[in-house]
C-alpha cells in the first residue's frame, strides 16, 4: 500500500466544518461525516484536523473503515495519530491492516506503544486479553490518598479510565486491591490508601476469557472495569464496560446476518461493494437451494399419492411453514442461552426433554387449529374435502403434532451438534432449520396420511 499518496485538499476540510460555526459539533458527529465520505477524502480531512480532535475521531470504533484512512495518510502523519491513541484501539486498527502496511506503521511507532499493541496482538480475537486496554491507573499499596490523588491527576489524559484505582503490592507488584474514584476523593488525604480500598475481594479475570463472560462479570458485580492479571497476579490490563459493549454490537450484528442464512459482512451494509455483497450472499443462497432441491425430491417419491389425494397438497404450505417456525423458534433460543451462558454443551440432554414436550404440545395447539379450519370450511359449504374429510382433518391434526414436534427438537438440536464439531452455532441459523425441516416435513406429513388414509384415499 503506498503512504505516499495522500489526496489532501482544503476545500475538504472547509466544507466539514462548515456547520461547525454554528454550534459545538460532538466527536460522535464528526465520525458519522466522516463515514458518508469516500476514504480519500476521509483521510485528507483527518489529517487536517488538530491532532487532539483527530485521536478522539480515531479513537471511536464507530469510525468506518479506521485502517484503510489511516493507509492513505503519509506514514510519518498516521504514526503520530497512532501514539495517541489507546492502545487497545491501536492493536484493532493493526489487525485491520495487511501485512506490509502494518510492518510499515509498526516501525513508526514509539516504543512503549509498539510494545504495548505487540502484546495485546499476540491475545485471540473475543478475549480478554484482545480486548483489554494497557491503559489503566494503578499505585503501589505504601502510597497515602494524596499521592494517589496527585498521581490520578498527572495521568489522567493518557489513561482509558480513572473511575478504578488499582492498587499493588509494593515488593511483588500483585494486585491487592481497588480503590473507587469516590470512595479516594472522601478519604482522609493523609491515611494509606488501603483504609478506602474496596472490603471485598477483587473480581478478576484471566487474558484468556471469553468476552461474553467478562460481560457476565462486569454485570453481575456492577463494574466499569475488570482486571485482567495473569496467574501470577500481575496487572496486564483492564476491560473496560464500553470495550465490552463495542465488541457484544458487532458480535450481534454478525450473528444476526448469520441467521438470516448469509456470510457475515464484516463491514457496515452501505460499505460493502457489489462483487462483495454477491459473494457474501450468493453461497449461503445456493446450499439453501440444494437442500430445498431435496423436498422436490420428497414430493417426487410420493407422486402417486399426490395423484390419488390431491386435497393433500392443499396442506403442504401449512405444514412445511409450521415446522420451519417452529425449528427456527428453538434454533434462536438455543443459540442465545449458549451465547450468554445459560446453558453449556452437556445441557443438550435437559434441552431435548424439554423440547420434546414442549415441540408436542405446540404442535397440538397448531394441529387443533388445522384439524378445526377443515372442520369450518367443510361445514360452512367453504370448500368441498371430500367423503372423507374427518380423515382429512385427523392427518393434518397428527402430521402437523410430528412435524412441530420434530422441528423444535432438530432445531434445539443443531447449535449443540454445531458447537461440539467447533463450529459457530450462529451458523444453525432460521434458513438452514427451515430447509431441514421442511424435506422430513414432507416425509412426516405423507407418512401419516398413508398410515391413516390407507384403503380410503390412498
Not at 54 to 60: C, D, E, K, M, S
Not at 308 to 335: C, D, E
Request: aromatic content about 6%.
Amino acid at each position: 500500500m503506498n503512504f505516499n499518496r495522500f489526496p489532501l485538499r482544503a476545500g475538504h476540510a472547509a466544507r466539514f466544518f462548515a456547520s461547525d460555526s454554528l454550534g459545538a459539533v460532538t466527536t460522535a458527529e464528526r465520525v458519522e461525516r466522516l463515514n458518508g465520505l469516500e476514504i480519500p477524502e476521509a483521510a485528507a480531512i483527518l489529517a487536517t484536523l488538530p491532532q487532539q480532535k483527530a485521536v478522539r475521531i480515531l479513537g471511536r470504533p464507530e469510525l468506518h473503515n479506521a485502517a484503510a484512512i489511516l493507509a492513505e495518510m503519509p506514514v510519518e502523519h498516521a504514526a503520530r495519530l497512532l501514539n495517541s491513541t489507546a492502545n487497545d484501539r491501536v492493536a484493532d486498527i493493526f489487525h485491520e491492516l495487511d501485512e506490509d502496511s502494518r510492518a510499515t506503521l509498526f516501525a513508526k511507532l514509539d516504543r512503549p506503544t509498539a510494545l504495548a499493541v505487540k502484546h495485546l496482538m499476540g491475545y485471540p480475537p473475543r478475549t480478554a486479553g484482545g480486548i483489554m486496554t494497557t491503559e489503566f491507573v494503578s499505585v503501589p499499596d505504601s502510597w497515602t490518598v494524596q499521592q494517589t490523588l496527585d498521581h490520578v491527576r498527572r495521568v489522567e489524559r493518557s489513561r482509558e479510565t480513572v473511575y478504578a484505582i488499582y492498587v499493588l503490592d509494593a515488593l511483588t507488584q500483585v494486585l491487592t486491591n481497588v480503590v473507587t474514584l469516590r470512595r479516594l476523593i472522601t478519604g482522609d488525604p493523609g491515611e494509606s490508601v488501603l483504609t478506602v480500598a474496596q472490603k471485598e475481594g477483587v473480581v478478576r479475570c484471566d487474558p484468556l476469557m471469553t468476552q461474553e463472560e467478562v460481560a457476565r462479570l462486569i454485570r453481575k458485580h456492577n463494574l466499569l472495569a475488570l482486571p485482567v492479571v495473569s496467574d501470577d497476579g500481575h496487572m496486564l490490563g483492564i476491560v473496560t464496560v464500553d470495550d465490552v459493549i463495542d465488541t457484544m454490537i458487532a458480535d450481534t450484528t454478525e450473528d444476526a446476518q448469520k441467521f438470516g442464512g448469509m456470510e457475515a459482512l464484516g463491514k457496515p451494509y452501505m460499505k460493502v461493494g457489489f462483487a462483495g455483497m454477491i459473494r457474501k450472499r450468493a453461497g449461503w443462497l445456493c446450499a439453501l437451494f440444494l437442500g430445498e432441491m431435496l423436498t422436490a425430491s420428497a414430493m417426487q417419491h410420493f407422486e402417486g399419492e399426490l395423484e390419488k389425494a390431491v386435497v393433500l397438497t392443499l396442506f403442504i404450505p401449512l405444514i412445511m411453514s409450521s415446522g420451519g417456525n417452529s425449528g427456527s423458534q428453538a434454533t434462536s433460543l438455543i443459540i442465545r442461552a449458549l451465547a450468554v451462558g445459560e446453558l453449556k454443551l452437556s445441557d443438550w440432554g435437559r434441552v431435548l426433554l424439554r423440547e420434546l414436550p414442549t415441540g408436542f404440545v405446540l404442535g397440538a395447539i397448531l394441529g387443533l387449529v388445522g384439524m378445526l379450519r377443515v372442520i369450518f370450511w367443510q361445514t360452512a359449504g367453504l370448500y368441498d374435502y371430500g367423503p372423507h374429510w374427518v380423515l382429512v382433518g385427523i392427518t393434518v391434526f397428527a402430521a402437523l403434532v410430528g412435524i412441530v414436534t420434530f422441528g423444535s427438537m432438530s432445531g434445539s438440536m443443531l447449535p449443540f451438534l454445531l458447537q461440539r464439531l467447533r463450529l459457530d452455532p450462529a451458523t444453525a441459523s432460521a434458513p438452514f432449520v427451515a430447509t431441514l425441516v421442511d424435506v422430513t416435513g414432507l416425509v412426516i406429513y405423507f407418512s401419516v396420511a398413508l398410515l391413516i388414509l390407507s384403503g380410503t384415499l390412498l
